[in-house]
């Protein structure tokens, strides 16, 4: 069975950190390229950023740009997105996702919640 299981999400004050984790198994993760997207309440879902199979092509939404950065460990098939310099306005819930043989895999999610 494909999964992904995002965790790290949490309450945060502006200007904080946090570091999401997302851990795939039931394909070979390594082969695929992977996405994080949010989504607040009330609001559609936006895309956050993406990284290319082998980690060296990550890209950015320009709303995070310079506060977020996209990783991977393809040896542990886990994604990670490290948020600095939150915002109120990043309070959402994330997903991480992917295509795995046409069809598009997003895990539960996990809450980031940025508030004084």
């Known amino acids: 069975e494909v999964q992904l299981v995002e965790s790290g999400g949490g309450l945060v004050q502006p200007g904080g950190s946090l570091r999401l984790s997302c851990v795939a198994s039931?394909?070979?993760?390594?082969?695929?390229?992977m996405t994080w997207v949010r989504q607040a309440p009330g609001k559609g879902a936006e895309w956050v950023s993406a990284?290319?199979?082998?980690?060296?092509?990550?890209a950015y939404a320009d709303f995070v740009k310079g506060r977020f950065t996209i990783s991977r460990d393809n040896a542990k098939n886990t994604l990670y997105l490290q948020m600095n310099s939150l915002k109120f306005e990043d309070t959402a819930m994330y997903y991480c996702?992917?295509?795995?043989?046409?069809?598009?895999?997003r895990g539960q999610g996990t809450q980031v919640s940025v508030s004084s």
């Open positions: 996702g992917t295509k795995v043989g046409g069809a598009t895999v």
């Open positions: 990284i290319d199979s082998g980690g060296r092509m990550p």
């Open positions: 039931g394909f070979t993760f390594g082969n695929y390229d």
